[in-house]
């Protein structure tokens, strides 16, 4: 995403993910440069997928896409599961920013897969 110059630099780094894909990213995210590796863990084509973190700043960061058919077009669901590093101290900023900040983040990358979803063919990677 652009604000936040997020690029993938590792990994499969175009086209789209399958199982055992693994991708790094790149990303500014709280005002500090960070790489985050994840791989697609689960795949269940085209209903769901589910991308794990490898590395990166989360303890745990578990992220779960769902697709169904709804109205003529697709719903997509997002179910993201993390475990903050620090103990009480990660807990603490969960409760404090965090949270509100990682469902910000996933709202506006939905965003931008709608727009992509639904460009016309050839714009879409």
């Not at 789209?16 to 994840?38: M, P």
């Not at 900040?101 to 965003?111: A, T």
């Amino acid at each position: 995403m652009e604000n936040r110059k997020e690029q993938a630099v590792a990994g499969k780094t175009s086209g789209l993910l399958a199982l055992h894909d693994c991708v790094t990213w790149r990303a500014k995210h709280l005002g500090i440069w960070q790489h985050l590796t994840s791989c697609i863990t689960q795949y269940e084509s085209p209903h769901y997928f589910r991308d794990s973190m490898q590395q990166g700043a989360f303890h745990r960061f578990d992220h779960d896409h769902f697709f169904e058919a709804h109205k003529g077009g697709t719903r997509m669901r997002d179910v993201f599961d993390y475990t903050t590093p620090f103990g009480m101290v990660g807990r603490f900023a969960d409760g404090l920013f965090l949270e509100q900040y990682m469902r910000r983040l996933l709202m506006q990358r939905n965003q931008v897969l709608k727009h992509l979803a639904e460009a016309p063919e050839g714009v879409r990677w």
